[in-house]
Each structure stands twice: as structure tokens, then as C-alpha cells.
């Protein structure tokens, strides 16, 4: 599991202007800022670098040389918009070429007032900045003049006849990223620039380019690859990267490694088209991605989520006063995986008390607590399975299989939608057993039943161990275990009987109604303060 931050996109100049700073020390601000968040929400990595690396630059050029060479890139003048207002830096009169992401305007296609000059955020159209209607310099407001300027282009027409047959086959793609981008393909491919007049980011090395870079949306995807190799490289082998990479020519499909990438809805043709051709071009013994797993849209409280306008929910924020299991939770079951779908503060706090707490929860605890307190502490001896035991058991079993199947095949929402289904079926059967009121006339009988209740649980915990790391490392102790779920083999084994379990605590914590109202009130502060984002 690899990936970095992406040290050179031009929001981070936009910032860097805005604030006064070298745009370094805004990518710097923000990786650091990246890696505390992933540590406390429970995200980890074999590597996550940036690529503000020399290992970094030297794989891009590798690449850019590689398919200049080959012909797949290519010199051409091009017209870009040039802001005759701005300065290309503090004392240097004259103005600019603009970015992209420095031109706002009308989209051609579904005519949303706000695109960006690389993409629509309203149809998700990719664009160049001179088809905007309207455009305007994000940021001075002056409507920008067009003028000529080389730079380079990946034609990636050349790699049509390969790559449509290559979507065509990859039916376990989710439909709308096969569906988007065959219909991508079929609109035809042009070439696109690869260069900008920028002085942030990696330089081309070509000599009278020395005022340009290579532009960020070309060389982040390489990012994959020369993470991998530095992960080899700290491995102590420089070439381990291969057997994660290595594809029979010709096949492109990568049966022996297959490659994933987690992505948003706005990233889906830089993965399905742009960083498969340029694979394609660059070595036929690289694995193209198995899967790009792209989720539609989320929305909070039925807006689009905008940073700029701080409409928004800051996760060091959100993990000053919620648990992050809990929002972890949230996101899984509501995953915007075939439809857009909406974080709303009431469904969160609905979700965290009707299904962490009073159903994952309860079973957990309620099962611990009176399993210690009847049984010195261990985990009881059954005696003899009576079908209702059997059938749960078996029901344990065939949700362990799906969910298996589920994270497989990256259908996040319906695996864990299944694990909490069963949470409901065991509690349903601890309801039929009552072991609580059978131990006064049975004993052996509540064992039973409490025993088919830990092996249960023990099968939630390791199935939510994806979803819910944190909870599940304390359920885990609970039951009597030691060392890092995380580490631990993906199987559920018994919790063998008079093993001692660890004292049982609640997993989850109850929110008040209130919660909502408080915070629709701060999201609404927040985005009326006209505060810039963390």
C-alpha cells in the first residue's frame, strides 16, 4: 500500500500566493499535516512519500525521455490564457501565463458558472483552460488574453487501439468507471499538454525548457511507480518493486500482481486512460491497474463539499470530539459506491447509537460483561450445540465468506452492511436463549449459548477490523488475545473455552440528540466566517 502527497499541483501555488509563502512550505505544511491524520483514523501505509523526492524526479524523467524517444510525446505551440495583470513573481512587472487551476469560468458542456480550467466539478468534464466561457483570472478577476507558447504533448490518440479493447475486458470494474470511460474513448482522444509555464514542480529536461515544468497531472500518476521503487529501495532491494509490477508483454492485465487504485469520481480518466497509455508507451512488462475503484460523489448535508468555501468537516476537527471509528463507520455504510450520497450530521449520530451502540455494541458488551461475571473471567465450556447455536455459527460462517468476497471484489458498503447483520441475528438469538435467565436453571446451557455468542463476536471482530481498526483492537484484548489484530492472519479461530478474557468496556460511546444541532450551527459559522481552510 503505497502512495504520497502531491507536492506540485497548482492549488498549492494558489495557497502559497495567497499566504505570502514559497509553495514548499505550504506542500510541506500539508504532507505533515496528511500523515498525523492518517495516523489517527486509524490509516496505514508500507509507504507514504510525496513527490517532492529525487527518486521521484528521476522516474519522471525516465518516462518523459522514454516516450519522447518513442514519439508518443511531442513539440507543439499551443494558446494559453495569459493574465496581463499578474506578476509572474513579487517585482517583476509584465504579467503571466496562467495555469489551469489559476483560470475559473463558465463550463462549455453543462455550463456550471465555477469550473476549473482543468476540469468541471459540475460534470466532470476534463478541460483545458482556453474552453471556458467567460474565463476569468482566479487571482486578480482580470479576463485573461490568449497567447502562443511550446510546450510539449502526450498524444494519446496513439494509444486508442490498445487501450478500448483493454476497458472493454475489464468487466469487474465498477460499471460507471467502465461506462465513463469507454465513453471517454469513444469521443476520441487528443493530445494533451504536459508542460506548463510554471517555476513549481519538476523540471523538463529538455534543454530550453528550463522556464517550464513538467505538469502535475502528468507526472503524479507516475507517483505509483517510483513509490514503489522507493519502498524497494528501504527494503534493501532495489528491484522488489517488480514482483509488484511485472506483466507478461502483450497481456496487460497483470494476473500475478494486480494493482488497485482507490480514487475519487473527478480522478477517474488520469487512471483509466492517461496512466494506462502512458504505461503502455513507456514498458510493456508493467502491470496496467486491475482495478480503479472510484466512488461517485459525497455531499454534506445535501451541498457539495467545497474547501474553498469552507463547507466542509475538518478530520482533526471532527477527531477532537467523535471517536474515529465512528466516523470510519459513517463513511463505510453511506459509500457513495453506484450513487452520489449525502453526510448528514443526523444520519451520523443516528448510525453511531441505533448500530455501533445499541447493536455491534450491546452485543459485544452484554455478551463480555455477563460471561465474566457468570464465569470467573473465562470463556465458558459448551456443552452440546443445539440447532439455534448451529445455525448462527453457520450464519457466522457464511458472513465471514461474503464479506470476504465483498472486500475483494472492493464492494466496501455491502460488507460491512453484512457484518451488522448479523450483529442483529445474534442478537436476536441471545434475546431467544436469554443466557441471563438460563444460568439460574441451566448453567451448561448458558455456557453453550454464551460461547456460540464470543465465537460470533470474534468473527465481527476481525470482519469490522478493516472498518473499524480501533474498536476492534480492543475488542480482540477483550476476548482474551494479544498482539495486533492488524497483523493478525484474515481467519477467525474459536476463542478456546477457560481462556481468560480482558475486562469488558463499551466499544462505543452514545451521542446526545443535541450533537446535531451543534454542529449544523458550527458548519454554518464556519462557512459564513470567511476563514481559510486548515
Not at 328 to 343: G, H, K, N, Q, V
Not at 448 to 453: A, D, E, K, P
Not at 494 to 500: E, L, M, T
Request: charged share 25%; proline share 7%; aromatic share 10%.
Amino acid at each position: 500500500m503505497v502512495s504520497g502527497s502531491d507536492m506540485h499541483g497548482t492549488p498549492i501555488t494558489v495557497r502559497a500566493e495567497q499566504e505570502g509563502v514559497s509553495p514548499a512550505d505550504i506542500a510541506r505544511r500539508y504532507h505533515n499535516l496528511f500523515l498525523g491524520t492518517w495516523e489517527k483514523i486509524g490509516i496505514s501505509w508500507d509507504l507514504y512519500t510525496s513527490t517532492a523526492t529525487e527518486n521521484h524526479a528521476n522516474v519522471v524523467h525516465d518516462i518523459f525521455l522514454r516516450l519522447v524517444e518513442r514519439g508518443h510525446i511531442v513539440k507543439d505551440t499551443m494558446q494559453m490564457l495569459f493574465c496581463p495583470q499578474c506578476q509572474r513573481r513579487p517585482g517583476v512587472p509584465g504579467g503571466r501565463f496562467l495555469p489551469d487551476r489559476y483560470v475559473e469560468g463558465t463550463c462549455p458542456y453543462c455550463r456550471f458558472p465555477d469550473a476549473r480550467g482543468d476540469q468541471c466539478d459540475n460534470c466532470g468534464k476534463p478541460l483545458n483552460a482556453d474552453e471556458l466561457l467567460e474565463p476569468r483570472c482566479r487571482i486578480c478577476g482580470t479576463q485573461p488574453i490568449v497567447r502562443d507558447t511550446e510546450h510539449f504533448f502526450l498524444n494519446l490518440g496513439d494509444f486508442t487501439d490498445r487501450l478500448k479493447p483493454w476497458v472493454e475486458r475489464q468487466e469487474h470494474w465498477r460499471p460507471s468507471v467502465r461506462s465513463f470511460t469507454l465513453n471517454f474513448l469513444g469521443s476520441g482522444l487528443r493530445p494533451r499538454p504536459i508542460t506548463r509555464d510554471l517555476e513549481w514542480g519538476i523540471k523538463v529536461p529538455v534543454e530550453g525548457f528550463e522556464s517550464k515544468r513538467i505538469y502535475v497531472w502528468f507526472e503524479a500518476v507516475i507517483g505509483y511507480l517510483s513509490a514503489s521503487k522507493e519502498w524497494a529501495e528501504r527494503q534493501g532491494d532495489a528491484e522488489a518493486w517488480r514482483d509488484w509490477w511485472a506483466c507478461p508483454p502483450g497481456v496487460w492485465r497483470g494476473e500475478d500482481a494486480r494493482s488497485y487504485y482507490f480514487i475519487g469520481k473527478d480522478n477517474i480518466v488520469f487512471h483509466t486512460i492517461n496512466w494506462p497509455a502512458m504505461l503502455m508507451g513507456y514498458d510493456e512488462g508493467l502491470a496496467l491497474p486491475w482495478d480503479v475503484v472510484a466512488n461517485e460523489h459525497l455531499t454534506l448535508e445535501r451541498r457539495p463539499f467545497s474547501t474553498s468555501r469552507n463547507w466542509a468537516i475538518w478530520a482533526d476537527d471532527f477527531l477532537s470530539r467523535y471517536d474515529p471509528d465512528a466516523l470510519r463507520y459513517m463513511l463505510s455504510a453511506s459509500m457513495p459506491e453506484s450513487a452520489d450520497t449525502d453526510f448528514s450530521w443526523s444520519e451520523f449520530v443516528r448510525r453511531n447509537n441505533d448500530e455501533l451502540v445499541a447493536t455491534y455494541g450491546n452485543l459485544a458488551h452484554r455478551t463480555l460483561f455477563f460471561t465474566a461475571r457468570q464465569f470467573d473471567g473465562r470463556a465458558p465450556q459448551p456443552g452440546p450445540l443445539k440447532p439455534a447455536d448451529e445455525r448462527i455459527l453457520q450464519r457466522a460462517r457464511e458472513t465471514f465468506d461474503l464479506v470476504t468476497n465483498e472486500l475483494e471484489a472492493c464492494h466496501f458498503r455491502p460488507a460491512i452492511a453484512a457484518a451488522m447483520i448479523l450483529a442483529r441475528d445474534t442478537n436476536r438469538y441471545l434475546e431467544e436463549k436469554s443466557p441471563w435467565h438460563e444460568v439460574k436453571v441451566d448453567a451448561q446451557s448458558a455456557a453453550t449459548s454464551l460461547h456460540t455468542g464470543l465465537q460470533v463476536i470474534q468473527t465481527l471482530k476481525v470482519i469490522l477490523a478493516p472498518f473499524l481498526p480501533f474498536s476492534s483492537q480492543r475488542l480482540h484484548e477483550m476476548l482474551g488475545f494479544s498482539g495486533e489484530l492488524a497483523r493478525e492472519p484474515w481467519e477467525a479461530p474459536a476463542v478456546p473455552a477457560g481462556q481468560r478474557l480482558g475486562e469488558p468496556k463499551p466499544l462505543f460511546q452514545r451521542l446526545d440528540d443535541s450533537v446535531v444541532q451543534q454542529e449544523l450551527e458550527r458548519l454554518e459559522e464556519q462557512a459564513g466566517s470567511g476563514r481559510a481552510s486548515p
